[in-house]
């Protein structure tokens, strides 16, 4: 499957972005899809992640977006969402959405599970 990232700009603190990832090349509802992001001179790390349908499509984030992004999908258009509110000048970052199978809730974190990734798109938050 290959994926597309779109939705990224500049925002004021406080502010909202919703972020698009668009899937091709596969059956986009078997794949969980996670959204990850990487600020300059720090390693990347985990945002937000949701299950295949066939696995209920649940939801997992870390603590330091709980409350604040949800990540939703659209399997009709192929398309994953990572809803961004009260955005903070720390969650400057570029995002990247990746796709991936058969993995348990816990492990969807983990970014060697997953296949395939798109492009990043850049999110900047200003204060």
């Known amino acids: 499957v290959q994926l597309q990232a779109s939705g990224g700009g500049l925002v004021q603190a406080g502010g909202s972005l919703r972020l698009s990832c668009a899937a091709s090349?596969?059956?986009?509802?078997?794949?969980?899809v996670g959204w990850f992001r990487q600020a300059p001179g720090k390693e990347r790390e985990f945002v937000a992640g949701?299950?295949?349908?066939?696995?209920?499509?649940?939801?997992l984030y870390p603590d330091s977006v709980k409350g604040r992004f949800t990540i939703s999908r659209d399997n009709a258009k192929n398309t994953v969402y990572l809803q961004m509110n009260s955005l903070k000048p720390e969650d400057t970052a570029v995002y990247y959405c990746a796709a991936g199978r058969n993995m348990i809730l816990s492990s969807i974190s983990v970014q060697s599970n997953y296949r395939s990734w798109g492009q990043g798109t850049q999110v900047t938050v200003s204060s």
């Open positions: 949701i299950r295949e349908r066939e696995r209920g499509g649940t939801t």
């Open positions: 090349g596969g059956t986009f509802s078997s794949y969980a």
